[in-house]
């Protein structure tokens, strides 16, 4: 028999996780993988009706719920996060996955479209981390999971993007992810004492489905990926179930990366 220190390590029975972008490309896997897992996910948004395209009538009864909230205001925040703790309890797991911005140019960029990318990954990151946290510590432990880029690691292959300029990574999304990484180093520490985890995950190609009807833009990506494919959603889950259970309680500031080995040439 095993020692009880080893099993379940993975449950997450009885977590209410907090998830900012839950209905998008990456954010339906990675919910779905946490109710998977026993997790009650709590998927703060702007559009019920985005939602429930994403996860259909049956999203309640698989542990998957919406509570509506903007992650670029403060009051907007801290309203999902009361009504979260009224419906739901008090969160375990606040997963940073929602980011917005404007402007794709490297060379045409005006001072507006660069704060509001800049806002839309880092601010809204600290917003909510910000605002979270009350719950954590009435909690007595919980976990924060930010979400970065493989572009806050590594500047972009441009010679990728030569038959297809209009996909090219611009400079001020790679500066913003690049500064997630460090706020959750910054935080991994400072919330230390809380017994309150911080941790990311960086994401590497996992183009979207408009993005995947230019094949020749995809094998671009695929010959620079040493295991020579693109991601698929389903292949984030795993890290964030990992992550959000005790089998990561002794893991923070953490940054992992999950690019099929692009970043590591």
């Given at each position: 028999?095993?020692?009880?220190?080893?099993?379940?390590?993975?449950?997450?029975?009885?977590?209410?996780?907090?998830?900012?972008?839950?209905?998008?490309?990456?954010g339906?896997?990675?919910?779905?993988?946490?109710?998977?897992?026993?997790?009650?996910?709590?998927v703060?948004?702007?559009?019920?009706?985005?939602?429930?395209?994403?996860?259909?009538?049956?999203?309640?009864?698989?542990?998957?719920?919406?509570?509506?909230?903007?992650?670029?205001?403060?009051a907007?925040?801290?309203?999902?996060?009361?009504?979260?703790?009224?419906?739901?309890?008090?969160?375990?797991?606040?997963?940073?996955?929602?980011?917005?911005?404007?402007?794709?140019?490297?060379?045409?960029?005006?001072?507006?479209?660069?704060?509001?990318?800049?806002?839309?990954?880092?601010?809204?990151?600290?917003?909510?981390?910000?605002?979270?946290?009350?719950?954590?510590?009435?909690?007595?432990?919980?976990?924060?999971?930010n979400?970065a880029?493989?572009?806050?690691?590594?500047?972009?292959?441009?010679?990728?993007?030569?038959?297809?300029p209009?996909?090219?990574?611009?400079?001020?999304?790679?500066?913003?992810?690049?500064?997630?990484?460090?706020l959750?180093?910054?935080?991994?520490?400072?919330?230390?004492?809380?017994?309150?985890?911080?941790?990311?995950?960086?994401?590497?190609a996992?183009?979207?489905?408009?993005?995947?009807?230019?094949?020749?833009?995809?094998?671009?990506?695929?010959?620079?990926?040493?295991?020579?494919?693109?991601?698929?959603?389903?292949?984030l889950?795993?890290?964030?179930?990992?992550?959000s259970?005790?089998?990561?309680?002794?893991?923070?500031?953490?940054?992992?990366?999950?690019?099929?080995?692009?970043?590591?040439?």
């Open positions: 028999m095993l020692p009880t220190a080893f099993t379940d390590l993975f449950s997450l029975r009885g977590q209410v996780v907090l998830l900012t972008g839950g209905y998008g490309h990456l339906r896997a990675v919910a779905a993988g946490l109710a998977a897992h026993g997790a009650t996910v709590v703060i948004g702007r559009r019920a009706e985005a939602f429930e395209d994403a996860f259909g009538p049956q999203a309640a009864a698989a542990g998957i719920h919406f509570i509506e909230g903007d992650v670029a205001h403060t907007s925040v801290q309203q999902a996060l009361r009504a979260a703790r009224v419906q739901f309890g008090l969160p375990a797991v606040l997963i940073n996955n929602a980011t917005y911005g404007q402007g794709s140019q490297p060379e045409a960029l005006t001072d507006e479209e660069f704060a509001r990318t800049l806002d839309g990954a880092l601010g809204s990151t600290y917003r909510c981390i910000r605002e979270v946290l009350p719950y954590l510590r009435e909690r007595g432990a919980g976990k924060i999971i979400v880029s493989m572009y806050g690691v590594v500047a972009p292959d441009f010679t990728a993007y030569e038959a297809t209009q996909f090219t990574n611009p400079p001020h999304y790679g500066a913003a992810k690049a500064g997630v990484i460090q959750t180093k910054y935080f991994a520490a400072y919330l230390a004492p809380d017994n309150i985890q911080v941790n990311c995950v960086t994401p590497g996992f183009p979207s489905a408009p993005v995947q009807q230019h094949p020749a833009f995809i094998r671009e990506l695929e010959r620079r990926i040493p295991l020579g494919r693109i991601g698929r959603p389903e292949d889950a795993g890290a964030f179930v990992y992550l259970s005790r089998a990561a309680d002794f893991v923070t500031g953490h940054n992992l990366v999950v690019d099929g080995g692009w970043t590591i040439k």
